[in-house]
Structures are given as C-alpha cells and as structure tokens.
C-alpha cells in the first residue's frame, strides 16, 4: 500500500502541479469528455496509461473482460449501463470505444468453463459473451484459429451489438451524433487493432 501513497504524493508534487489550471478548469465547468471507454479491470490495460489522455479527456468504465450487457430494465444493478446512460446521455459523448486485449482471465475463464474459479459473480456476468465463446471455439476446430484471441475479438463485437440494442444509443448512432468502436490492445506486441469491415487491423 506504501507505494500507492509514494505514488499519490510523486502525483502531487509533479503531475497535479503541472494541470493545476486544467483541475481547475474541470471543477468550474465540469468535465466533457468526447469519448468514452468501456475496457477490461485488468491492471496491465489502463486506458488513460494506453492512450496518454489529460485528465477530463476519456469516460472510463471497466470491468471483467470489457462487456457490454444487453439493454435491460430489469431491477438489479447495472453498473455498466449506468455508466453508459451518464456518458451518452448527460455528458453526450461523441464516440464509445469497446477496448477489448489479448490475454484476457475472463475470457480465458469462460473457454476453459471456469475452472478453479469462485463463479458467485463471474460466471453469470461472462455470459454476455456466450455467443463470442461459442463462435471462437467453431472457429478453432475448422480453421486451427487461436481461440482465445478469436474469443476476444468476437466478445468486442458482441458488446459493439449490445450497444445498439440501448435505444437512445441505436438513435444517436442513426443521427450521427454518435460513433461506435471497436479496439483490441495486444500485450504481447504492444499493438493497438481497430474493428474494421468485421476484421481488426492495425490503427
Ligand atoms: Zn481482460
């Protein structure tokens, strides 16, 4: 814990000083963000780390394996939606970006059925991306594609499609107002893909 607060006081003493006004700037008017990035938990993909944002550029959410729930009115908790509703609707972003990576535990967990995992939490969420799953796991046997990484790429497209069943998304998206991304980091290369004509290619 001792070097999250060395790291807060370094923040400080450089970082904060240095945006000082920009803080200020962000408390007088508050922030507008033009994009919004829903990315994994994972500590190896911090997206303000990947992409060098300021402060007040990027509207983050993250959770297990970057997903992106069906539109549902149901009454449980829905973090992520919330999150979207604030971002699209309040804040009006301009773009969202789905930022799936290589290496992923919770895809790794839903090819392998969870195995050696508590499953309280997790199982349910990754059900979300059963269709990627079941995708990845066709592929592999017909054409010898690396599963994982066909697993990764096809959950980001599942998420891309939940977003357009949000209506106040799918409509923004019609108008124009809003545009929907697709991005895959991979660790192992230091690569950054973007969704393109349903493949990923390098930005
Ligand atoms: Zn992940």
Not at 44 to 64: K, W
Not at 82 to 106: D, K, M, P, Q, Y
Not at 114 to 121: E, K, M, P, R, T
Not at 173 to 197: C, I, M, N, P
Request: glycine share 8%.
């Amino acid at each position: 814990m001792l070097s999250l607060i060395e790291g807060y006081r370094r923040f400080r003493e450089t970082a904060y000083r240095e945006h000082r006004a920009l803080y200020e700037a962000l408390v007088a008017r508050g922030q507008s963000p033009r994009a919004m990035v829903i990315g994994c938990s994972d500590s190896r993909v911090d997206p303000a780390i990947l992409f060098g944002t300021e402060p007040g550029e990027i509207f983050v959410v993250r959770n297990v394996a970057n997903l992106v729930p069906p539109f549902a009115q149901s009454g449980n908790y829905h973090g992520t939606s919330a999150a979207l509703e604030f971002a699209v609707r309040s804040l009006e972003v301009e773009h969202v970006i789905v930022l799936g990576h290589a290496r992923c535990g919770g895809i790794a967990a839903l090819l392998n059925n969870f195995a050696g995992l508590g499953s309280d939490f997790i199982r349910p969420w990754m059900q979300i991306a059963a269709p990627a799953r079941e995708k990845a796991v066709d592929q592999s046997r017909k054409a010898g594609a690396d599963a994982q990484r066909c697993c990764e790429h096809e959950a980001i497209k599942v998420s891309l499609g939940n977003l357009q069943s949000f209506p106040w998304i799918a409509e923004r998206v019609r108008a124009g107002k809003l545009q929907l991304h697709g991005w895959y980091f991979d660790l192992e290369t230091g690569e950054l893909l973007q969704l393109r004509d349903e493949h990923f290619q390098p930005v």
